[in-house]
C-alpha cells in the first residue's frame, strides 16, 4: 500500500510545480498602475485592490496599463506642471494635490483626464491648445 501513496504524492507535487510555474512571475516593489497614477492613500485606498483584482482577472490588460502608465510618467507624469488639466487643478484648488498625488475627486479627475488623453495619443494634437488655453508654458 505505500506504492500508491507514494505515486498520489508525486502526482500532487508535480501539479504544485505545475500551478508555481503558472502563477505570474514575481515583481518588484514597484506600485501598481492605480497606484501609480492615484497613489494609496486618502480617497485613493482602493488603488492596490483595484490593480490586485486586474492582475488576477486579467493579466495581459494589467501589464498593458501597466506600460501605458509608465509611457505616461516617462513622458511628463502628473507630478509635473505640463499636464495641463493637473496643472490648471492644482492652481485653483492647491488641496486636489498631496506628495504629487491627488487627494480628492477634483484631482483625480484631472490626472485621470491627462492620463486619458495621453493614452489615446490625442496630446501631440491637443497639447500645444492646451498650453495656450491653460498658459502652461507660455
Known sequence: MTKPRGMVMAAGAAFAAALIGLAPAAR???????????????????????????????????????????????GGSFLFPNDPFTFVTDELDPSAFSGGFPDNAIGDFAVGLDYSVDAVGLYPTIDPFLDVLFGVGV
Not at 497613489?39 to 490588460?61: E, H, K, Q, R, V
Request: net charge negative.
Open 28 to 74: 518588484a516593489d514597484e506600485p501598481d498602475p492605480f497606484q501609480l497614477l492615484f497613489g494609496d492613500s486618502g480617497i485613493n485606498t482602493w488603488t492596490p485592490s483595484a490593480d490586485a483584482y486586474l492582475d488576477t482577472n486579467d493579466p495581459t490588460l494589467a501589464a498593458n496599463f501597466e506600460a501605458s502608465v509608465d509611457g505616461f510618467q516617462q
